[in-house]
């Protein structure tokens, strides 16, 4: 795999297209550290670093088991995701994402799941991932002329790397997700962003949301790490609740731009402010 590695998911707030300003602020550490990254989503950053440990975790059960998947079962999964790509159409569509309101859908394998989620990411309105109070996905058909449904050079290098590296992968809580981060380690934190409106939020890509309260608890996970000597970064938007957060502190927060593509409403897309903040000095 390669710096320009390409996704196997589309991700509100991705962050492929920072990853040349991530470098310039990387922490100094050592050959063997371990990464963690407790909100993965896309994974652009782990798989931008590579690195030989890492433990990477998700609050959605579907994004996680899409994980577990590509590193265990690339062919099957390659083959899943041909069978959405010759059936697709707005009709098909709608009958694969609301599958999940249907009892069968409990019964269904992992490498069904894994599919079906990566074919209504690369179908849907806008690669948005969002889901319902009832964790039900309920973004409507993208009408897209030639999706790339079915990416196998993407999968297959993302599987090679999960395989041949120690990689733990979980599904649960961020704060559970480092218990185990010690000096010297480099935490990663990729939360959903704190609201920059009442109308540009998005943070619904998992029933359980992430409000300001989580984002103080956030923050409180964050100093408790620093103090056990981990290098720690943060990206979130540029708000003043977030600026007020981490300030004052001996974190410096900077200030990144970022073009936005994907957002539920139009008005959030475009460059916008966001920042990172660190607890160490870069290389």
Same mark, same amino acid.
Request: net charge positive; charged share 20%; glycine share 8%.
């Given at each position: 795999?390669?710096?320009?590695?390409?996704?196997?998911? +589309?991700?509100?707030?991705?962050? %492929?297209? !920072?990853?040349?300003?991530?470098?310039? /602020?990387?922490?100094? #550490?050592?050959? @063997?550290?371990?990464?963690?990254?407790?909100?993965?989503?896309?994974?652009?950053?782990?798989?931008?670093?590579?690195?030989?440990?890492?433990?990477?975790?998700?609050?959605?059960?579907?994004?996680?088991?899409?994980?577990?998947?590509?590193?265990?079962?690339?062919?099957?999964?390659i083959a899943d995701l041909q069978e959405h790509n010759r059936k697709n159409n707005e009709e098909y569509y709608y009958e694969v994402r609301d599958s999940d309101?249907?009892?069968?859908?409990?019964?269904?394998? +992992?490498?069904?799941?894994?599919? %079906?989620? !990566?074919?209504?990411?690369?179908?849907? /309105?806008?690669?948005? #991932?969002?889901? @319902?109070?009832?964790?039900?996905?309920?973004?409507?058909?993208?009408?897209y002329k030639k999706p790339a449904i079915v990416n196998e050079a993407v999968i297959r290098a993302a599987s090679s790397y999960l395989k041949q590296n120690e990689l733990t992968i979980l599904h649960g809580d961020f704060k559970q997700a480092v218990n185990e981060a010690k000096e010297g380690d480099?935490?990663?934190?990729?939360?959903?962003?704190?609201?920059?409106?009442?109308?540009?939020s998005f943070t619904s890509y998992d029933v359980n949301g992430f409000d300001r309260a989580e984002q103080e608890r956030l923050f409180n996970v964050f100093q408790q790490l620093d103090k056990r000597r981990c290098y720690v970064m943060l990206s979130n938007s540029s708000t003043d609740f977030i600026r007020k957060l981490y300030k004052n502190r001996k974190y410096k927060v900077l200030t990144?731009?970022?073009?936005?593509?994907?957002?539920?409403?139009?008005?959030?897309?475009?460059?916008?402010?966001?920042?990172?903040?660190?607890?160490?000095?870069?290389?």
């Open positions: 795999m390669t710096n320009d590695y390409t996704p196997f998911v +589309k991700w509100a707030g991705g962050k %492929r297209q !920072l990853l040349s300003t991530i470098d310039k /602020y990387l922490p100094p #550490f050592g050959n @063997n550290y371990t990464y963690y990254e407790p909100f993965i989503g896309g994974g652009a950053l782990l798989f931008h670093l590579q690195p030989k440990k890492a433990v990477i975790n998700d609050s959605n059960a579907e994004i996680a088991n899409c994980y577990e998947v590509i590193r265990d079962y690339p062919d099957e999964l309101r249907k009892p069968e859908y409990k019964t269904s394998t +992992k490498i069904q799941r894994a599919a %079906r989620i !990566l074919y209504l990411n690369k179908t849907c /309105y806008n690669g948005l #991932f969002r889901v @319902n109070s009832q964790g039900q996905f309920n973004v409507p058909f993208g009408r480099f935490v990663y934190f990729d939360p959903p962003y704190d609201v920059l409106s009442s109308t540009s990144v731009s970022a073009n936005r593509a994907i957002n539920s409403v139009s008005g959030g897309r475009g460059k916008i402010d966001e920042v990172l903040v660190i607890n160490y000095e870069p290389t």
